[in-house]
């Protein structure tokens, strides 16, 4: 039941990207050209999925041991210092981002969109992630 239901949400959140233009890397790119062309509907977009999911966070955030739907532990991270493995990686991930107007979730949606060129993308995605976790294993 758990593996359909997360099935039919995640069909529910492709389909939310497609629809709002967050898989269309053009579209990506014009938000994030603020001195240009610049194209705020995706900041309305943000704004929605902030407020959807506000309430559950606060909940997860507050409670002593936060569960999920079906019972199971939510793990929060603790630590709360930023530190350069968070500042180099959310670099790595918005210079990413900008250059290529992809995003982790909606490069999955565009193969489905028919969009064959996100498989460098995704390629160079999961070399970064192997790369991470060798490096992470040595460190």
């Given at each position: 039941?758990?593996?359909?239901?997360?099935?039919?949400?995640?069909?529910?959140?492709?389909?939310?990207?497609?629809?709002?233009?967050?898989?269309?890397p053009k579209?990506?790119?014009?938000?994030?050209?603020?001195?240009?062309?610049?194209?705020?509907?995706?900041?309305?977009?943000?704004?929605?999925?902030i407020a959807?999911?506000?309430?559950?966070?606060?909940?997860?955030?507050?409670?002593?041991?936060?569960?999920?739907?079906?019972?199971?532990?939510?793990?929060?991270?603790?630590?709360?210092?930023?530190?350069?493995?968070?500042?180099?990686?959310?670099?790595?991930?918005?210079?990413?981002?900008?250059?290529?107007?992809?995003?982790?979730?909606?490069?999955?949606?565009?193969?489905?969109l028919g969009?064959?060129?996100?498989?460098?993308?995704?390629?160079?995605?999961?070399?970064?992630?192997?790369?991470?976790?060798?490096?992470?294993?040595?460190?």
């Amino acid at each position: 039941m758990k593996s359909l239901l997360a099935f039919i949400l995640g069909g529910v959140f492709a389909l939310g990207l497609m629809i709002s233009g967050m898989s269309n890397p053009k579209k990506v790119l014009d938000f994030l050209d603020i001195l240009g062309q610049w194209d705020a509907s995706l900041a309305f977009v943000m704004m929605g999925a902030i407020a959807v999911a506000f309430v559950p966070f606060q909940y997860a955030v507050r409670a002593t041991a936060p569960k999920t739907l079906f019972n199971e532990p939510i793990v929060l991270p603790t630590q709360q210092m930023l530190d350069p493995r968070l500042i180099i990686g959310s670099l790595m991930f918005g210079v990413g981002w900008g250059i290529a107007g992809i995003c982790p979730a909606p490069s999955l949606t565009l193969i489905g969109l028919g969009h064959y060129e996100a498989f460098y993308f995704i390629g160079a995605m999961l070399l970064g992630m192997l790369l991470h976790a060798k490096l992470s294993r040595e460190a």
